[in-house]
């Protein structure tokens, strides 16, 4: 696996550094969109060395290399994502949770009028609860009618 990871960095003209393969590796086994925190947290206990500005300024590299795509889909965090096709994103508003939504293909069609615009990227972003959330929220609404029951059974 890692040599894989290696030849992926190379690919996208990355020096392949033992810091960046453990980077890249988190984030090909990782596809829930993670923060630099949260990579930083998953790597730092294996390696004592690493600092959470090497994590960004190698997320930041790999961007720019194409290697990884980062999203800015969450206004407090910027996410990354090892996968390069390109795919629009949905997060939840409740718990952050982002997800991978089919892939689109509207810069093609819808901005082929725009001769003089020449597309580098396209993000597509969808806001929204995810089912757990929603089901969290119905479940506070029945608990805050509850206490409507409890009077109804001292009543009885
Ligand atoms: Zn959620
Ligand atoms: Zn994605």
């Given at each position: 696996m890692l040599s894989k990871v290696k030849a992926y960095l190379i690919k996208h003209d990355v020096k392949p550094s033992i810091q960046r393969i453990a980077v890249m590796n988190y984030l090909f086994n990782n596809r829930?969109?993670?923060?630099v925190d949260e990579i930083f947290s998953a790597l730092s206990p294996n390696m004592p060395t690493l600092s959470k500005t090497t994590v960004y300024s190698t997320l930041k590299l790999l961007a720019e290399k194409g290697a990884i795509l980062q999203l800015t889909i969450d206004e407090k965090n910027v996410r990354y994502d090892a996968c390069i096709d390109p795919h629009a994103h949905f997060i939840c508003l409740g718990c952050g949770c982002v997800h991978d939504v089919a892939p689109i293909y509207l810069d093609k069609v819808h901005m082929e009028?725009?001769?003089?615009l020449n597309i580098i990227e396209t993000q597509v972003y969808y806001k929204g609860y995810c089912d757990e959330c929603l089901d969290n929220m119905e479940g506070k609404v029945k608990e805050s009618a509850e206490p409507d029951s409890h009077l109804k059974q001292l009543n009885s």
């Open positions: 829930t969109h993670p923060t009028k725009y001769k003089n």
